[in-house]
């Protein structure tokens, strides 16, 4: 069943699409650095690059979360979006707030932009992740606030299910675990404990709520399985999230300064995380294995079975590699971290914002498919960019362990800039890996554009 207000998703699917060609063009950029230390010096300085680079990738996936969930919750719950025109007012307030702090990023020094946009009225900016001046980080609460509003009071007037609850859960924690970006305490440990609580709790916490319901919607859809054997595997995943995510945020407790215990409960937690992706990735398959037709959406289907696969070899292999406390001893903040976080957004988070608008956008163009030139194409982007993922990891691994080697282990520890100059070699071979994933990424735009006077896919 189509609703007219689902529509409101299909400008939030273009900007997190475009947001992602950005980010991906700054990554580049990036891995330029790390090989020629002056190129686009002084005009984009390496740390306004990465900030640009992961402010990117966190408001584009937002923005995908935010397009899925108008799109999924009106179909859950069988009636119109409360306001869609509240959503379309709250995505060009975050688009435009979302470019205006990209640009004043890279045409304003730092600190001078602090000093304009009133850090010093409440101290929230210069730490990770967490660098948007505070009428951007203002700016968001409200965007927040009033897309949780639209979807809880659609959600209240119309049918309740399971994922659209589960899918409630993780978006106000969102918002929720947002707020303790506003406290920056001067106590450098006190302030990293609380740091934490937004940048773990959000993509080993509540996002993971946001994603598995979405892939439940979809399997949904493209398996024709009963709903309540897909929700009771959601419950399943669901609790073994929450009760390994929250406490697992021990394991970046290990060396800031906090009590010795957390090296036990972070590790022993922090270990058991990859199960819940585990869980994600039979749930994918055993659901695609009992379906009951043959969806017209066969790249949906691929990007569905992808995310489980990927997100429990990124987040949850690729996590469980340096998360015991005395491996993290020897790893902490080294390229095996990069090459952690590169595979586990790409699988736990950019495949499954790919996959809803992989499935939704052929519809909400007024097809139950795109055409099989059009998915031939989107499959090979997804193959492009699956396997440039695989080698940039990979690669980052490899620089990683001979990292702490030549720098932490080894019986002559080589200085830090000594150490990055003999693992060139890797930082090149990720480049063009990078390059890779920009031209998947690339042919999924063009796989929209094609094939459309061909018959859809049947």
Do not use: C
């Not at 965007?143 to 994922?163: D, E, H, P, Q, R």
């Amino acid at each position: 069943m189509q609703f007219k207000s689902q529509a409101v998703a299909k400008p939030y699917f273009i900007a997190a699409i475009g947001l992602f060609v950005g980010q991906i063009l700054f990554g580049l950029i990036l891995g330029l650095q790390y090989v020629l230390g002056d190129f686009l010096f002084p005009a984009i300085p390496f740390n306004v690059a990465r900030m640009v680079h992961t402010n990117l990738l966190i408001v584009w996936l937002l923005f995908g979360f935010m397009g899925g969930a108008y799109y999924m919750i009106p179909e859950e719950s069988e009636t119109e979006l409360f306001s869609p025109k509240l959503a379309l007012i709250l995505f060009w307030t975050f688009l435009i707030a979302g470019a205006l702090t990209i640009v004043g990023y890279l045409a304003v020094p730092y600190a001078t932009l602090a000093e304009l946009t009133g850090n010093n009225i409440l101290e929230t900016m210069g730490r990770e992740f967490l660098e948007q001046p505070l009428p951007t980080k203002l700016g968001i609460v409200v965007v927040a606030l009033g897309f949780l509003f639209n979807i809880t009071m659609t959600v209240l007037k119309g049918k309740k299910t399971s994922i659209s609850i589960v899918l409630l859960l993780g978006l106000w924690g969102l918002a929720v675990f947002f707020l303790f970006s506003f406290y920056n305490p001067v106590n450098v440990v006190l302030d990293k404990f609380f740091w934490w609580w937004t940048v773990h709790l959000w993509v080993e916490g509540v996002w993971e709520l946001i994603l598995g319901s979405f892939l439940a919607f979809v399997l949904i859809k493209t398996t024709g399985v009963d709903r309540e054997v897909i929700e009771k595997w959601l419950y399943v995943i669901v609790t073994l999230t929450l009760i390994t995510g929250i406490i697992g945020t021990g394991h970046h407790y290990f060396w800031i300064g906090t009590p010795e215990y957390w090296q036990w409960w972070g590790s022993i937690f922090s270990a058991l995380e990859p199960i819940p992706f585990f869980a994600m990735t039979v749930f994918a398959f055993n659901m695609v294995n009992r379906r009951r037709r043959e969806h017209p959406n066969k790249a949906a289907v691929l990007w569905a079975l992808g995310t489980g696969v990927m997100a429990f070899l990124g987040a949850g292999v690729w996590g469980f590699l340096h998360t015991l406390a005395p491996v993290n001893y020897y790893t902490h903040g080294t390229q095996i971290t990069a090459a952690h976080g590169h595979m586990a957004f790409y699988g736990a988070y950019a495949m499954v914002n790919l996959m809803m608008i992989s499935y939704a956008m052929p519809i909400l163009r007024g097809r139950a498919a795109n055409s099989n030139k059009s998915q031939v194409l989107e499959m090979w982007s997804f193959w492009l960019m699956t396997v440039a993922i695989v080698f940039i990891t990979l690669f980052l691994t490899a620089a990683g362990i001979l990292q702490v080697w030549l720098q932490r282990v080894s019986d002559a520890p080589l200085p830090f800039m000594v150490a990055q100059d003999k693992i060139a070699l890797f930082y090149w071979m990720r480049e063009w890996a990078g390059a890779a994933f920009l031209i998947g990424l690339i042919i999924y735009i063009a796989s929209f554009f094609v094939g459309g006077d061909e018959k859809e896919a049947a």
